[in-house]
Each structure stands twice: as C-alpha cells, then as structure tokens.
C-alpha cells in the first residue's frame, strides 16, 4: 500500500513538475516578445508627432498639460482593442473625477497604416459628438512608424506582428502633465478607486508599481485561422498543476495519520 502511494507520490511529483517547465517555457517566451515592462519613473519623449482624429498634426507636448491615460490599440484588432476602450470609457462614466478638468485620456494606435479617418470612426463608438467636454478631452492618434515605435519603446509596451494583425497586451499608462510615468493599470476593465488613486498620484508626480500585473495572455493570435485562439496548453497546466498540489496534500496527510494509527 505504501510503496503505490509512495509511486502515485512520485508520478504526480512529475507531473507537476513537467507542468511548471511548460507554463514557465510559455511565459519567458511571451515576455521574450510582447507584454510591458514597466518603466516607471522615465519621461515619455513629448515632442514626438501624430495626427488626431481630425487630421490636426500635433506634438504629445501639446495635448499633455494633465495627468493623461495612455492606451495603445489598432483600430482593426478583431480582440481585445474595443474591449479595453469600452473599459476605459465605462471607468471614466463611474470616475467621480472629471475629465478635462482633472485628467485626459490619449488613445494611440501602433499601426502605422492607420489613418485619421479611421480614427474618427472608432472614435465615435466610445465617445458620443453630443459629449463635447470628453470629445475634447479624449483624442485619437495615428502616426509613423518612426514615432510609434518611439512612444511604444518609452513606455515598454511591446506587440508582436502576425499577419496582418499585431499579438499585444492589454492595459493603460497613466502619466503627468510632464511625461512622467506614473503608474500602470492592467486588463480590460478597471475599478474606479484604482483610476482615481492612478490620476491623484499623477497629480502629484508620484509612482507606484502595480500590484495586480495580470495580463490578457490567455488569447493569442492564430495567423494560419486568422483569428484568436484560447491557449487551452497554459489554462489546462495550470489546473493540472493546482489539482496536483490539492492532491498531494490530501495523500500525504492522510499517509501520516495511517502511520500514527499505526
């Protein structure tokens, strides 16, 4: 009996083990290629160009005189793109902060064959013409690929072409009025107290590294399908790994109170 616990001991050990191989293989190459290194504390370079939402060409010096929300997206991601902009629209609706007033929010594409037009349009399904106060305050930017790189290097958000579309994570990079980086929110959604906390330490030039630093990987990009695909390889080992360990516990406890009956 306890030489087939004793194997069953030894066989899960390997299983899990085999799983954190696998799911820290997974994780070094996504880090490897596309995610965000955090680069608190450094200036985004402000004289860089772009063009808004109508056609206007304008430096990010100009736009930033406030704590701005910084979100990165291509206006014809087919994922997560209007989900994070639904995010960012929604918390802005719950903020009791006001923007204009109290902060800006900048969206920038990383596809350089966006074009202003395009920008207009996406524009219009997050921000309503009627609500002059956020139109205003929340542009839409394209640009060269000079300049996108330049903005995508100084804040470490890194993307990965595929096909015709780009593998990137989700999240928002909230800086002051002078470019500092100030802090960085992850995922699609965000809560309102974490938002204002993000402007108020902006307000005061302050840093604070993220605590919750979940990104969307659980979604890559299938060039051949074109399309995204859930990577079933890293939820299914990590559930494998998390039962494992339950399991074991339960085997060995239960071996001890045998051996103390004993």
């Not at 954190?20 to 608190?40: C, H, M, P, T, Y």
Request: aromatic share 10%; proline share 3%; hydrophobic share 40%.
């Amino acid at each position: 009996m306890h030489q087939r616990l004793n194997s069953l001991k030894l066989i899960l050990i390997i299983l899990v083990l085999q799983n954190v191989s696998l799911k820290a293989q997974v994780f070094r190459s996504n880090n490897a290629e596309i995610g965000i290194d955090e680069q608190l504390g450094k200036n985004i370079p402000l004289d860089l160009t772009f063009c808004n939402e109508n056609n206007d060409s304008i430096t990010l010096r100009k736009i930033i005189d406030k704590p701005t929300v910084l979100s990165f997206v291509y206006f014809d991601c087919p994922g997560l793109c209007s989900s994070l902009q639904q995010g960012i629209s929604d918390v802005v609706d719950r903020s009791d902060l006001q923007i204009g007033k109290d902060y800006k929010v900048i969206t920038i594409s990383f596809n350089y064959h966006d074009v202003p037009l395009k920008a207009r349009m996406k524009k219009q399904n997050f921000v309503k013409s009627s609500d002059s106060l956020r139109s205003e305050n929340w542009q839409y930017l394209t640009g060269d690929s000079a300049n996108i790189n330049s903005i995508l290097k100084s804040v470490g958000y890194k993307i990965k072409m595929a096909g015709n579309d780009f593998v990137h994570p989700s999240g928002i990079v909230v800086v002051s009025s002078e470019g500092k980086i100030t802090r960085y929110l992850y995922g699609l959604t965000f809560l309102p107290l974490d938002f204002k906390m993000s402007i108020i330490e902006a307000q005061k030039g302050e840093t604070k590294a993220s605590i919750h630093r979940v990104l969307q990987f659980c979604f890559a990009y299938d060039p051949a399908g074109k399309r995204y695909t859930l990577e079933i390889t890293k939820i299914a080992g990590t559930i494998i790994l998390f039962f494992s360990l339950v399991l074991i516990v339960f085997l060995m406890l239960r071996s001890r109170k045998k051996v103390q009956k004993k």
